[in-house]
């Protein structure tokens, strides 16, 4: 079956089975950053923004999109021109193996879009479904805290 639904600001169309899920239709089409985990709903490595909100792509089937909006990472930033957040990511120490980064800073775009000056609770709270083995969080609170602050001033500027 077909689904028309926006991936990354592009009108996109896809052929689905009806069964596939998200997280794999978007791998099988080179959108690599979306990554698989637990593919249960359990770490948010595959999370991307749909209308905006953070989803599990793995527990979201493919026809469920038709006429949505879907950001992954590849829509968020490139390594030439690289979004705040993930400037603040880097510059931290945020990121280790990297697996959980890019649910990570899409989960964290969402908490930004509905409140941009978040306390470390807020952060925490918005990361919950985000697991990450390897930083023990700190440095990721921090740079979204960081980024936070810098996509203030940029915006009052
Ligand atoms: S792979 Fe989707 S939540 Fe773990
Ligand atoms: S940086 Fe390795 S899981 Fe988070």
Avoid at 37 to 63: F, H, I, W
Avoid at 130 to 140: F, M, P, S
Wanted: hydrophobic content about 35%; overall charge negative; charged content about 20%.
């Amino acid at each position: 079956m077909n689904v028309c639904f926006t991936l990354n600001n592009a009108p996109t169309e896809l052929d689905v089975g009806p069964g596939e899920r998200l997280v794999d239709v978007l791998r099988a089409r080179g959108y690599m950053g979306t990554k698989y985990g637990c593919g249960t709903g359990e770490c948010g490595a595959c999370v991307v923004l749909l209308d905006g909100e953070p989803v599990n792509s793995c527990l979201v089937l493919a026809p469920r999109v038709e006429g949505k909006e879907v950001i992954t990472i590849e829509g968020v930033g490139s390594p030439l021109q690289p979004h705040i957040l993930q400037e603040e990511f880097s510059k931290a120490g945020a990121v280790q193996c990297g697996y959980c980064t890019p649910g990570m800073i899409l989960s964290s775009l969402a908490l930004l879009a509905r409140n941009p000056n978040p306390t470390r609770e807020d952060v925490l709270r918005a990361l919950d479904g985000n697991l990450c083995r390897c930083t023990g969080y700190v440095k990721v609170v921090d740079a979204i805290l960081s980024a936070a602050a810098r996509m203030r001033e940029r915006k009052e500027s």
